[in-house]
């Protein structure tokens, strides 16, 4: 029997990614995927479309987000699967988080703005037209109307951590966002650790209630995703993975070219507190 793949980091337009969830299950299904999970930033709003598309395609699909979260003052991605996005708690959070969202971007554009960078809020969420708006749009937006010539460009420019454009953004508590994933039935997991140059806090997260490490991650080599296996391995957590897919970029979508093996679903399904039909729609 062959293997089967499955990627479990992807977003669409209902955050910074440029794709629906229609295209990003075509996609999915042109890469002959088994399983895939959306993890839009800080929203659950995509997933039940994204849910009808993977109906189309034979796709089973996981519900889940991509948490904005601080540890001791640094930022921390976790990402949540399994979720029941009917969850009221769930909902009603991840509202406040979209709102730390909106208030950035004003943040960010008033930077621009003292810095002579004669960019406006609204031609951000014009383009964003989401309700968890980010840096992407930021960038797109100066590259929209001419003040940069590529977001790669805007990133380095203005919108890069130093840069003269750049503000923080306010996150929630680590604590609270593994709290919040467990209280809507889902498994917490820590985005493209490689990334984050944060491994001595692990074992406090793990400690918080930490569930797996995403191991397999586009920017992840190898030998990274190897040393990530065996340190999940050792501290008793899931390995899990996913391209972190935008969406078309520099050529073709990177969606499925992460090669996750089935078995590591399998393996968080039986992680699973309970298996519920309102965790899987």
């Given at each position: 029997m062959s293997q089967s793949y499955i990627d479990l980091h992807l977003h669409t337009l209902f955050s910074d990614g440029i794709s629906t969830?229609?295209?990003?299950?075509?996609?999915?299904?042109?890469?002959?995927?088994?399983?895939?999970?959306?993890?839009?930033?800080?929203?659950?709003?995509?997933?039940?479309?994204?849910?009808?598309?993977?109906?189309?395609?034979?796709?089973?699909?996981?519900?889940?987000?991509?948490?904005?979260?601080?540890?001791?003052?640094?930022?921390?991605?976790l990402l949540g699967y399994f979720l029941d996005i009917e969850n009221e708690e769930l909902i009603r959070e991840t509202t406040r988080y979209q709102e730390n969202r909106t208030n950035r971007v004003h943040d960010l554009v008033q930077q621009l703005n003292s810095i002579g960078v004669g960019l406006h809020a609204d031609q951000v969420f014009d383009l964003?037209?989401?309700?968890?708006?980010?840096?992407?749009?930021?960038?797109?937006a100066l590259v929209k109307h001419g003040f940069c010539g590529t977001t790669d460009e805007a990133f380095t420019r203005y919108l890069r951590k130093g840069a003269p454009g750049w503000t923080p953004k306010v996150?929630?508590?680590?604590?609270?966002?593994?709290?919040?994933?467990?209280?809507?039935?889902?498994?917490?997991?820590?985005?493209?650790p490689g990334l984050n140059k944060i491994d001595h806090l692990i074992p406090d997260m793990?400690?918080?209630?930490?569930?797996?490490i995403e191991c397999w991650h586009s920017k992840h080599p190898k030998s990274t995703t190897k040393r990530y296996r065996e340190m999940?391995?050792?501290?008793?957590?899931?390995?899990?993975?996913?391209?972190?897919?935008?969406?078309p970029g520099k050529g073709h979508p990177i969606i499925g070219t992460v090669r996750v093996p089935y078995e590591i679903l399998d393996e968080m399904k039986r992680r699973l507190p309970r298996v519920s039909s309102n965790m899987q729609i």
């Open positions: 969830p229609e295209e990003v299950a075509k996609e999915a299904h042109n890469m002959d995927l088994a399983a895939i999970a959306l993890t839009d930033h800080d929203t659950i709003e995509g997933c039940q479309r994204q849910a009808e598309a993977c109906v189309e395609y034979g796709i089973e699909f996981i519900p889940g987000t991509e948490l904005s979260t601080d540890i001791q003052g640094h930022e921390m991605h964003a037209k989401c309700k968890a708006p980010g840096r992407p749009h930021v960038a797109r996150n929630a508590p680590f604590e609270e966002g593994i709290r919040l994933i467990h209280q809507a039935g889902g498994i917490a997991v820590m985005a493209h793990v400690r918080a209630g930490l569930d797996g999940a391995a050792r501290l008793g957590l899931l390995s899990t993975g996913g391209s972190d897919c935008h969406g």
